[in-house]
C-alpha cells in the first residue's frame, strides 16, 4: 500500500506555462494511491485543458465557482473540508498575492480561504516577478500563516532568461508531498 493511498489531494493549477506539469503530477500522485481533486484557474486552463486533468484525476475538474457542486452545500466548501492537502502547482505571483491578500475571485481563491488543511506552493514564474517586493512580501505573509514552498528553482525560463523562476521538479514536489502527508 503507498503512502498516499486514500489521500485527498487538491491541486491548483494556475496560469503559468508549467502547468503542463500539472499532468505528470496527477498521474504520479494517482499512481501512488492519492485521490486527486483538479481544480483549474482560468489562466490555468490557456496552458492546460480541463478533459487532460480530467482523465488522468478521473473525476470532474473545478474551474467554475458559479457552477460547483450538486448538494445543498457549495462545491468550495466540500471539497476543502475533505482535503488532506492543497497543493498549488505552477503557483503564479497573481495567486500567491491573492492568497496573501485574501482574496476569492474564482474557485481556487475561495477554496484556499476555506481550507483547513496543509498547503504547499510550488511558485513559477519569471525570476524578476519573483523578486519583486510585492511577491518577496506576499511570500512571507503566506509563510508566517503556515503556507510551505517548494522552489522555484534556478534555469532556463519559459521568458528567455536564465534564472531564478522555474517550477521544482514534479519529483521533488512529490517527495515533499509524502513527507508532509506521512509525517502526522
Known amino acids: 500500500m503507498s503512502s498516499l ?4 489531494i487538491i491541486l491548483g493549477i494556475t496560469g503559468s506555462i508549467a502547468a503542463y506539469k500539472a499532468a505528470d503530477l496527477v498521474s504520479q500522485l494517482r499512481k501512488r494511491g492519492a485521490e486527486v481533486h483538479p481544480v483549474l484557474t482560468e489562466g490555468g486552463a490557456k496552458f492546460i485543458t480541463p478533459l487532460t486533468l480530467q482523465t488522468l484525476a ?5 474551474d ?3 457552477e460547483e457542486g450538486n448538494g445543498w452545500q457549495p462545491g468550495h466548501v466540500e471539497l476543502a473540508d475533505q482535503a488532506d492537502l492543497l497543493v498549488v502547482a505552477p503557483a503564479t505571483a497573481n ?4 492568497f496573501a491578500q485574501g482574496l476569492a475571485p474564482d474557485f481556487l481563491g475561495s ?12 511558485p513559477a514564474m519569471n525570476g524578476k516577478m519573483w523578486t519583486h ?13 503556515g503556507v510551505e514552498f517548494i522552489g522555484p528553482e534556478e534555469g532556463m525560463l519559459a521568458c528567455g532568461y536564465e ?3 522555474r517550477m521544482w521538479p ?5 517527495a515533499r508531498i509524502e513527507s508532509l502527508l506521512t509525517s502526522n
Open 111 to 122: 477554496l484556499h480561504l476555506v481550507a483547513r488543511c496543509p498547503i504547499l506552493m510550488a
Open 64 to 66: 467554475d465557482l458559479w
Open 58 to 62: 478521473r473525476r470532474p475538474v473545478a
Open 5 to 8: 493511498s486514500g489521500k485527498q
Open 95 to 98: 495567486v500567491i498575492a491573492q
Open 163 to 165: 534564472g531564478i523562476g
Open 133 to 145: 517586493p510585492a511577491t518577496v512580501a506576499n511570500v512571507a505573509t503566506l509563510k508566517e500563516r
Open 170 to 174: 514534479v519529483d521533488g514536489i512529490l
